[in-house]
Structure formats: structure tokens, C-alpha cells
């Protein structure tokens, strides 16, 4: 029996439209080609498709804007001063405005001898061929890969040289200007030399009450004996989709820590997928969501440990507001040859409100037996006898739940480990809990 | 100060206090003892507002003031305090932010203004000298780790800068060796007062060599069924419960 | 500890065969033609003497089941099956239906002497045996049956041919017969319940056994009835090429207690055999029913040629307050097992729980777990899971815990360990979470390990062999759930731990 035709969605339907009208003359007209096509034939995915059961993006996304345009020089400046999270950090900054870079508004001081950096388009234009990986990445896995290497605009081709300590933090701002609806999407592709220590802070901002939408994958290589700090915070507008993967490679002994704090967009999924490809290399993945009104964030993990002795220690704490939806899924896959396995796994989601919900799906999938490999994960409302602990004490009701949301998404904040890093997204926490008063629980 | 007038009290439908009158006056340490499960804790939660204890008739005067109808957070700014037998352990709070913010709290409740850091630090730091409490113990997350005896003076220290007017103390002695049992009852001795006062709740008498009471009731099956003065506890001490369990039953 | 002593003596004991109960009864068989067609669910209807109601109820299955498809999101692999190709009716030619002892053909009887299944009346004294020699473990559950007496349903093939102790039941009140009988003698009862906690329409599964089903068992336990014994249900395919579609239905009314036993054995055979069995319980205000399953069915050779495909849909409705259903779960057998025994928490007060034991090893593949469905207030439910995987084996545990929006208060906890025994084997834990309540309290925990050099190496330098260390570990890992079934189960429960292990070391 012949496979029926799929009948497209309206936004499947617009992406069609879209990608038709892209320029034809481009150095990666076939990978694009391909990309969509495989994107194509599965659609957008939806419940049914076991990656996506709990973000049913066919739902989720019934409009798909065209191409953002880019943005006037007062624009991206004004929208810029907006994207303030890491005010408080020393740090050197890449600045994508609409999915394009903004030299003039990038700021290499201080790490300019330590790097080297080209734009995604820069880079094509002087004729550099991607990188492997770029077109090696099987587009048909993953729709949101699969759209990124459809409609890519720019990105960052960055690469911290072997042995480099950068001095600063670099981030990496990408940012939403102008009151029209649009896409952008960056890849930016990422490598950290031999042996060399660097924090990167990729940043996703914009405007309140546009429907713009937000398509980055973010691929690094750590190469062997690197020490990697990565903080992802997205904040972007209350109407936004924000779709991100963060594709690390890691090599034998690097560390690689990535953060994921997320308080932004209507639907946002945000995914890593990390594999080891070294032995006795470790990484720490955690993250924070905080959702409120009718938001639906969604963080998603695959650690896939191929190679013996590395260790994975993951803790993700949602905190849940109002009548929106938090997903945590995270699998730690261990092969058969990562013998000496240390994979530990923590979800913890605290629902702060009657309409909150929670959908947790932590998965072991192990095919080595010598390893240590675990995961728990709860669900639960604020304890009561610390509440009333608190309240004897004269706090009131509220500055106690305050206190205690704060305490609770505190413990994965502070495990960053960079003081300047944990108080500014402490200080964000802290705003969201002050500014947000009716999500906490009458 | 206190007034506790036919109070009953039930938790998930079994009544609990069955009847209880008690009258404290400013500046006295009433001590209430009485074998286990005779309704000690849960007089202790009650007139600290716990949630689940439902007062089934009754009333409880504090300083006039109807305290049955106040939250948990007003009965502190108000000045009650209990000091908890299990301090509660809270991961990610750290003990300097939550002292802070129990302090400034209730001043803000008292229309008082809030402390400056330099103030309040110094405050802290002379009353966790007192009580022997390292300033590393302060930098942890509230009773995070902390010994049994550790948890007991973080309570005393929260007494001193706190300065409630009535200061309940549930079992404070349990867990306790010898030193840290002076330790504790030093803290409570300086802090008595004409205008404050103490009900302190045990199981044993030997807290009481070390803070004196004025009066000593005796607690069973949810009523107090004997006061006298402080030869009561060493009565006590000496005989055991045994003839108050069975002069209830 | 004796128990784990008498494990090892047991599986010392045992011969090169390891899977012990492979023979075949020969006798002959009626059986209907190969394939699936309303002509074939008629045919089934009629061979059963069904009322018309019954009849189009397994016409209106099978017109649902032929436009649906078979599920993929299980963690199994297993070549496409030809439904065409199996016979859906099989019986042995000497009995058209259930009858006395003294009719039924003796070759069956012996049958089931052979597994250990005494089906004379006078004979049921084996549990007590049991329960003497068998252990030290301080389990509960055995003591309430003093006696220790099992009143016992067999089901050959398609059909069941014996029921023991009828009517010392019937005395109390109890119905427990064959379901075939049930709809022809208590058509009111069938009628209500059947199909109201599986949905004809439920999977792909469940309604093919809707429209097939041929026999299983029918529990009624009426009202404020604590039944007087434990009752069992003992299932074995033995015609070729056949599929068994049994169905189980048990309604414990309010303030009843029930505790019910199923055991599966095949022959060895080296096609493959399809077991899709449906079992729907019913549990009104205050009532109780204890479910444990010891599944052994043919699990294949070491290559992976035979083997029951096990596909089968459990699910308790809690239906009334305070209600309470515990499933509790041996797996040893089977090429493949698909199998989510399940609660519907829908009775404010209920409480669910699942106690599991899922041993896989040649080329076995095992994706079972349970859903606690949390509709009702102050909800509760356990889940006790422990997966052992040896050989080239895959063993998935997947559960799905949810609250509700109207489920305040529910509590769940969970604690899923997996236990590895050699490097080629796979052990997964795929849980799903979801709370749709924020007073509802969810706990989960997950371990995989392997068995510890440490324990090992104590154990050999005792005197041990590997497989019997390894056995006494694996007993050891598993003593929380191997606690929750009836006393006269758990010794030879422990034997069989052993048996499936054998071969997973050295």
C-alpha cells in the first residue's frame, strides 16, 4: 500500500513557500536543498512522533513567518541595549541582530589575539567550505536541524586557540529587533582548541508582543583537555517560538558545563545533544526553567557516552506558574563499549499554581555493564513545613514562597561556578519571582 | 502575657488537646512536662499556627489579642517564637540571607525600619559568639548539615535576634550532650526579661537545673493535670509519669 | 537464609534442559482453520454456545481491529506477524467445554501434574508443602489461606478444562469460573463489566483478543466477602501455530478481598506463538484484589528461534473509594514481552501498586512496566520495579505516572533498579511523569548496576560457584517484590530465578 500524502499544515505550507523564494544563487543551495526536503517529509513533528510526545510543535506552531528582515543599525542598537543579562560579566560580544552580525556592534577587545572569529556568510563568501560537521549533520534527525540548515542566515565560526585561557567570557547575543514577525536562524559552529579554558554565554533576546520566531543550532567541538563553561539564557519575547539545539562533541579529559536558563518565548524547545567522543571527559549539564501564564518550555538532553570513564552529572529544576507547561526529557544513553560510567540524573519541578503542569521523562538506555547510572526526578508543590518554618519566623506567605522557589532553582544556578555568571542569573530569578506575583499560589 | 482558656485541639479527626488551661504572666518560664504523647509538640505547634491542628473550641489570648486568628508570619512579628525540636533543614537558603529576612520582616511588620548590613552583621556576629557558633556554620544553607547540636543553637540564635516576647521551646533539650546544653541554656538565660517570657516544653528535668522555671505543669493525655513550683519537676524526675498516665486514662 | 540456600540447591539440582516444562501432550486437537475473518469470530461464538449480544460484540472488535496497526513504540523487534497464518480455535477433541475432574482426558491431567499443577481436589496440599520447606522469608499472605489451598482454572490451549473447588465457593459466594460459562450463566454481570476498563478499541492487542478471546477466568466476589482461598488460573499452549487469546475479568464488589494467581507455561517449539490475553479487574468501594502473575512461557533457544510473543493488556479500575488493586509480576518467560499491567486510580482514596520482577536473557526482549493513572483525590501509588538482564537480552522498563487535574493529593513512588549480568545485554528505564495537580507529590529513582566484584568475590571465596552467587545475588536484588507473593509462590518463584539465569556467567 502506498503511503497516503501527508496534507501540510498551514505553516508546513508557508515554510514550503519560503524556502521556494530563498535566492538560488548560494554556496550551500544543496545542503539547503536536502535539509528541507527531509524536513519535508516528516512535517513538523508532533505527539505521536516519541521525541516530540510532549511538544506537539504541529499545534504549537501554526504560523511560520518568512525570513526576518534585517534590522536598521537604530534598531539593532535599541534592541541590544534590551539584552542586558549579563550586564554585570566581563565579556567580549558577538552581536547577531535578526539572524545577521552586527560588527559594529561586536566588541572582540581583550580576547582578540586568543580567537579567531569569521561570520558564517564572511566565511562562505571568501570561499572556506563548511566544516565537516555542518554538512556531515544527518538533517533527517531532527526537524529543527533539518529547518536550521534550510533557512540558515549567519552565524559565528569561532575558534578558541589550543592552549588560549581567554581573559574574558565571550557571548555570543543573538537578538530580535523590529515590530514584524520573522524568522532567524544561526548556526553558529564553535571550537575549543587543545587544552584551552574559556566561558562562552550564548544569549537569545527579544521584543514582548511580536510573533517572531527563533531557529539556532549551536555545534562545539571541545577538544582534548579543555575546560568549557556554557551558559544559554533565553529570554525572549512573550510571543516568541525559540527552537535551539546545542550540539557538543567533547574529546578525551575536556570538561564541558553547560547551563540552560530559560524564561522566555510562548513555546521554546531547547535541546543538547551530547556525545563523548574521548574517554575520562566529564560534563555537567544543568538548567533552570521558570514558566508562567501560558508559556511551554521545554528542555530536552541526550548524553550519549560511547567511550569508557567519562562521567555526566545533569540537574534541571523547573519551577512552574500560572497555566504553563514544563517538559523536562533527558536520556542518558551508555554503549557498549562506555564501560565506567558515572551518569547521574536529577529532574525536580516545583508547580506553583492549580492550572501548572509538569511532564517528566528521564530515560536510562544502557548496554554496559560495568557503570554506575541513575536518575530521579519529583514533582511537588513548595514544602509546607519549611513554609510554615519560615513564617514562623515572621516572614510573610509570599516572601516565603519567594525565598524558597529561589533557594530551590538556586542549587543548579550555583553549580556554574563562576560568581559573576550566578548573580546575574540570580538577579534574573529574583526579578522574575518579584515581578510575577500572581504565579505563586493564593 | 499568655491566656489559654478549655483549649481543644484535633489533627486528621483525633482530638489531641483535650482541654487545656494555662495562664502566663510577663517575665516567668513556665515549663510543661509530660511523657510522650501527651499533647506537648502539639500545643507548641498551636500556638505557633500550624496548618493541620484544628482548635475544636476554645481560645488563646495573646497580649489580648485573639492569637488563634492570626497567621503563622503575624504571631512572630507579634512576638511569639517556638523553637522548633526538629529545625527544619532548607538547601539553598543560606542561614545569613534567612536571619535577614526574618529580621527585617517582622521590623517591618512593627513599622520599624530595616537594618542596615553593618548593623545586622554585627548583631549576628555577637550573638553567635554567645552561643559559640562559628561563622562558617553561617555561611551554610539554613541547618544544611548541621549537627543536632548545631541546629539547636542556630534555634537560640534566632531567639536573640528575633527578641520575641513569649518564646516557646519544644524539647529544645533532645539531642543535647552536657556542653551544648549549657550552652543553650546560657543563650535562654540571657535573654530573660520582665517583659519576656518562656514556656518551655520536656520531656526530662535536667534541662531545668540549668533554666529555672517559676512554674512547672504536668501534661497528660492532652491536659494539664497538675501545677506546682519547681520541686515538681524533681518529683517528677525521681517517681516518672507512670501516676499521671494513669490518673488521665 | 534458607530461601536463597534452597534457590541454590534447587538450580544445582536441575538438568541440562533448561526450560523444564518443554514437553508436548499429545493428544488430539479441534481446531479451526488457519486465518481471521468474521466467518472465524462466528465460529468461536458458536463453538462457545454465545448469546447474539456476545456475538456482535466480537464482530464490532474485529471490524475495529482490522483498521488499526500494530503499536511501534515499544523497545522490541520481532519479523511482521501473519495473522492469517495462526489457528484462533484450538481444544482437545475429548471435551467440548469445561466439565468434572473425572472427565477431563487424563493426558492433560497429567499435563499438569507434570508442571506442578495439581488440579485433584485431594491433592491440593502441595502449597502447604511448600510453605514449610520452602523458605524462612517472612512474607504475609500465605498465612491467611491456612489451609493452603488454591482453587485452580486450567486453560489448554483455547480452552479451560477444569475448575477445582467450585462449589466450596459458591458456598461463600464466589463465582470463579471459566468466562465462557460465565456469559451464559451470569449474562448481567459480563455485560456491564466486560470491556469497561479495556475498551474494545484500546490497542491493537486488546481487540484482536476481543474479537478471538476463547476462554479464561470470571471472578465475582460479592459484597464484604473476604474469598476463602487463593485462586489461580493456570494457562498452557500447547497446539502448534495457534494463538491463545484468553480473558480475565474479576469484579471484587464493595468491601471484598480477592488475591488471585496466573501461571504460563509452552511447549518447546521453534515457531513462534502469540499470547495476546486481556485481563480487566474491577474493584468497587473498599475492595481488594491481589494479582501476582508467574509468566514462563517458552522463551526461545539461545539463538532466538521460538518463543511465545507475549502481548498483553492488564489493567485494575479502581473503581469505587478506598479501593485498592496491587499487581505483582514474575517474568521470566517469553521471546518477547509487551505488557503494562496498569490502575486507573479513579476512586478518591485509591491506591495502586506494582511489584515487578522482569528477568530477560538469551535473545529475550522484555518492555514492560505499568501506568498509574491518578484521577481520584488522595490518591496513592507504589511502584516497585527491579529488571535483570543477562545473555544478548533487552530489558526495558516503561511506566507512566499522572496526575490529573482533579487528583489532589496523589502520591506516587517509584524505584526502578536494573541489574546487569554480562556486557552484551541492555537495560532501560523509560518513565514518563506528568502532573497536571500541584498538590500531587511524585518520587522517582532509577539505578542501573552490575552485580559488584566485591559481592562476587565474597561469595566465591565462600565456596560458591558463579551461578550460584549470581542466583543468590539476584535473589538478594529482588527480595522486595519476591515479598509480595502469596507464600506458596515465592519458593518455587526463586527456583525459577535461578533456572532463567542459567548460563548468564562464565
Known amino acids: ?442 | 502575657m499568655l491566656e489559654i482558656k478549655n483549649l481543644h485541639v484535633e489533627v486528621e479527626g483525633k482530638e489531641i488537646l483535650r482541654g487545656i488551661d494555662l495562664s502566663v504572666e510577663d517575665g516567668t518560664v513556665h515549663a510543661i512536662m509530660g511523657p510522650n504523647g501527651s499533647g506537648k509538640s502539639t500545643l507548641s505547634y498551636v500556638l505557633a499556627g500550624k496548618e493541620e491542628y484544628e482548635v475544636t473550641a476554645g481560645e488563646v489570648l495573646f497580649n489580648g489579642r485573639n492569637l488563634l486568628e492570626m497567621e503563622p508570619d503575624e504571631r512572630a512579628a507579634a512576638g511569639v517564637f517556638l523553637a522548633f525540636q526538629y529545625p527544619i533543614e532548607i538547601p539553598g537558603v543560606g542561614t545569613m540571607t534567612f536571619l535577614r529576612t526574618a529580621l527585617n520582616a517582622q521590623r517591618k511588620a512593627r513599622g520599624e525600619g530595616e537594618l542596615s548590613t553593618p548593623e545586622f552583621m554585627r548583631l549576628v556576629r555577637e550573638a553567635a559568639q554567645r552561643l559559640n557558633i562559628s561563622s562558617e556554620m553561617l555561611k551554610r544553607p539554613l541547618n544544611v548539615g548541621f549537627s543536632g547540636g548545631e541546629k539547636k543553637r542556630n534555634e537560640i540564635l534566632q531567639m536573640a535576634l528575633l527578641a520575641p516576647t513569649l518564646c516557646v521551646m519544644d524539647e529544645t533539650d533532645s539531642g543535647l550532650d552536657i556542653d551544648a546544653l549549657r550552652i543553650v541554656a546560657e543563650g535562654v538565660n540571657a535573654l530573660r526579661a520582665p517583659n519576656r517570657s518562656f514556656v518551655v516544653i520536656t520531656h526530662y528535668q535536667r534541662l531545668l537545673n540549668h533554666i529555672v522555671p517559676d512554674v512547672v505543669h504536668v501534661m497528660s493525655r492532652g491536659r494539664i493535670v497538675r501545677t506546682g513550683g519547681p520541686e515538681l519537676a524533681l518529683e517528677l524526675e525521681e517517681k516518672g509519669y507512670a501516676d499521671y498516665v494513669e490518673e488521665a486514662a | 537464609m534458607p530461601a536463597v540456600q534452597e534457590t541454590i540447591e534447587q538450580v544445582r539440582a536441575l538438568d541440562v534442559d533448561k526450560y523444564k516444562y518443554g514437553f508436548e501432550t499429545q493428544i488430539e486437537s479441534d481446531l479451526a482453520p488457519k486465518g481471521l475473518n468474521e466467518e472465524t469470530v462466528r465460529l468461536i461464538s458458536a463453538k462457545k454456545g454465545e448469546p447474539e449480544w456476545m456475538t456482535d460484540w466480537r464482530l464490532e472488535a474485529f471490524r475495529r481491529w482490522q483498521t488499526m496497526s500494530e503499536p511501534q513504540w515499544a523497545r522490541v523487534h520481532y519479523p511482521k506477524i501473519d495473522y492469517q497464518e495462526l489457528h484462533y480455535y484450538a481444544a482437545p477433541k475429548s471435551m467440548s467445554g469445561p466439565r468434572s475432574l473425572d472427565e477431563v482426558d487424563p493426558e492433560i491431567l497429567a499435563t499438569y501434574e507434570k508442571l506442578g499443577i495439581p488440579l485433584k481436589e485431594q491433592e491440593i496440599l502441595a502449597g502447604v508443602r511448600n510453605a514449610e520447606t520452602g523458605d524462612g522469608l517472612d512474607g504475609e499472605g500465605g498465612g491467611e489461606y491456612g489451609s493452603g489451598r488454591v482453587a485452580v482454572d486450567a486453560v489448554f490451549d483455547s480452552v479451560s478444562v477444569v475448575t477445582t473447588f467450585k462449589k466450596e465457593l459458591a458456598k461463600a459466594g464466589v463465582i470463579f469460573m471459566p468466562i465462557s460459562e460465565a456469559i451464559r450463566e451470569h449474562p448481567e454481570l459480563v455485560r456491564k463489566y466486560l470491556g469497561s476498563v479495556v475498551p474494545v478499541s484500546d490497542n491493537f492487542f486488546a481487540t484482536l483478543n476481543s474479537a478471538v478471546f476463547s476462554d479464561g477466568s470470571f471472578v465475582y466476589i460479592p459484597k464484604g466477602v473476604r474469598c476463602p482461598m487463593e485462586l489461580s488460573t493456570y494457562f498452557r499452549i500447547n497446539e502448534r501455530k495457534t494463538g491463545q487469546f484468553e480473558r480475565t475479568l474479576i469484579i471484587a464488589d464493595e468491601g471484598s478481598y480477592v488475591s488471585y494467581l496466573e501461571g504460563c507455561t509452552a511447549p518447546v517449539r521453534d515457531e513462534h506463538q502469540l499470547h495476546a490475553a486481556v485481563v480487566e479487574l474491577v474493584a468497587l468501594d473498599d475492595a481488594e484484589i491481589k494479582y501476582s502473575t508467574v509468566q514462563n512461557w517458552y522463551p526461545g533457544d539461545a539463538e532466538g528461534r521460538g518463543g511465545v510473543y507475549n502481548f498483553v493488556t492488564k489493567r485494575g479500575d479502581c473503581r469505587g473509594r478506598n479501593a485498592k488493586i496491587s499487581w505483582t509480576q514474575v517474568e521470566t518467560g517469553s521471546a518477547i514481552t509487551w505488557k503494562y499491567p496498569s490502575c486507573i486510580l479513579r476512586g478518591d482514596g485509591s491506591r495502586g501498586e506494582f511489584y515487578s520482577i522482569a528477568i530477560s536473557n538469551g535473545r529475550q526482549q522484555v518492555d514492560s512496566g505499568t501506568k498509574m493513572i491518578h484521577l481520584g483525590k488522595n490518591t496513592s501509588s507504589r511502584i516497585i520495579s527491579k529488571g535483570i538482564a543477562a545473555g544478548r537480552s533487552d530489558n526495558t522498563y516503561r511506566g507512566l505516572v499522572s496526575a490529573h487535574r482533579k487528583a489532589s493529593n496523589a502520591r506516587n513512588f517509584t524505584q526502578c533498579d536494573s541489574l546487569l549480568i554480562g556486557d552484551k545485554c541492555g537495560a532501560h528505564t523509560v518513565p514518563y511523569i506528568e502532573s497536571k495537580n500541584a498538590s500531587a507529590v511524585f518520587e522517582h529513582e532509577a539505578t542501573t548496576s552490575k552485580i559488584s566484584d566485591d559481592q562476587m568475590f565474597y561469595c566465591l571465596q565462600r565456596g560458591m560457584s558463579e551461578e550460584e552467587a549470581v542466583a543468590l545475588i539476584v535473589n538478594g536484588f529482588v527480595r522486595d517484590v519476591l515479598q509480595q507473593l502469596p507464600m506458596e509462590f515465592m519458593a518455587e518463584t526463586q527456583k525459577l530465578i535461578g533456572i532463567s539465569l542459567e548460563g548468564s556467567v562464565g
Open chain 1, 1 to 442: 500500500m502506498a503511503e497516503p500524502t501527508r496534507i501540510r499544515t498551514k505553516a508546513e505550507e508557508a515554510l514550503a513557500n519560503h524556502f521556494a523564494a530563498l535566492d538560488g544563487d548560494d554556496p550551500i543551495r544543496e545542503i539547503r536543498a536536502t535539509a528541507f526536503d527531509a524536513f519535508l517529509s516528516k512535517g513538523l513533528p508532533h505527539r505521536r512522533i516519541e521525541d516530540w510526545k510532549y511538544t506537539d510543535l504541529r499545534n504549537l506552531m501554526r504560523e511560520a513567518p518568512g525570513p526576518a528582515v534585517p534590522a536598521g543599525i537604530d534598531d539593532a542598537r535599541a534592541a541590544l541595549a534590551g539584552a542586558d543579562v549579563f550586564d554585570g560579566v566581563d565579556r567580549a560580544r558577538l552581536v547577531f541582530v535578526n539572524g545577521v552580525f552586527m560588527p559594529s556592534l561586536s566588541d572582540m577587545a581583550g580576547v582578540a589575539g586568543d580567537i579567531e572569529f569569521a561570520s558564517l556568510n564572511a566565511f562562505l563568501a571568501r570561499g572556506g567550505a563548511v566544516l565537516d560537521r555542518f554538512a556531515g549533520t544527518d538533517p533527517g534527525e531532527s526537524p529543527i536541524l533539518a529547518l536550521n540548515s534550510a533557512f540558515v542566515r549567519d552565524g559565528a565560526i569561532l575558534r578558541v586557540k589550543d592552549g588560549a585561557k581567554l581573559s574574558r567570557a565571550v557571548e555570543i547575543a543573538n537578538v530580535f529587533a523590529g515590530g514584524k514577525p520573522g524568522l532567524q536562524t544561526m548556526r553558529h559552529q564553535v571550537r575549543i582548541g587543545r587544552g584551552a579554558e574559556a566561558t562562552i554565554l550564548e544569549t537569545f533576546s527579544g521584543p514582548d508582543g511580536v510573533a517572531y520566531q527563533t531557529n539556532a543550532v549551536t555545534e562545539v567541538q571541545v577538544d582534548a583537555d579543555a575546560r568549557v563553561r556554557w551558559v544559554v539564557a533565553q529570554e525572549e519575547g512573550a510571543e516568541a517560538i525559540h527552537l535551539h539545539m546545542l550540539i557538543p562533541r567533547i574529546a578525551d579529559r575536556a570538561v564541558f558545563d553547560p547551563f540552560n536558563f530559560a524564561t522566555g518565548a510562548r513555546v521554546a524547545r531547547a535541546e543538547i545533544r551530547l556525545a563523548f567522543e574521548g574517554e575520562a571527559a566529564s560534563a555537567g549539564i544543568r538548567g533552570i526553567a521558570v514558566a508562567r501564564g501560558r508559556q511551554h518550555l521545554d528542555a530536552t538532553l541526550i548524553v550519549d557516552h560511547a567511550l569508557p570513564n567519562c562521567t555526566s552529572k545533569e540537574l534541571f529544576k523547573a519551577a512552574i506558574g500560572g497555566e504553563a507547561k514544563g517538559v523536562f526529557q533527558g536520556k542518558i544513553i551508555v554503549r557498549p563499549d562506555a564501560q565506567k560510567t558515572d551518569g547521574q540524573m536529577m529532574s525536580q519541578a516545583l508547580l506553583l499554581s492549580d492550572g501548572a503542569e509538569f511532564s517528566n521523562k528521564p530515560e536510562l538506555e544502557i548496554f554496559a555493564d560495568d557503570v554506575i547510572c541513575g536518575h530521579g526526578a519529583t514533582c511537588g508543590q513548595i514544602d509546607e513545613d519549611m513554609l510554615f518554618f519560615l513564617r514562623s519566623r515572621g516572614i510573610d506567605k509570599s516572601e516565603a514562597e519567594r525565598l524558597l522557589i529561589q533557594a530551590f532553582l538556586a542549587e543548579a544556578i550555583e553549580e556554574i561556578g563562576e560568581e559573576a555568571v550566578v548573580s546575574a542569573l540570580e538577579a534574573r530569578t529574583r526579578h522574575w519571582l518579584g515581578a510575577e506575583q500572581e504565579v505563586l499560589s493564593a
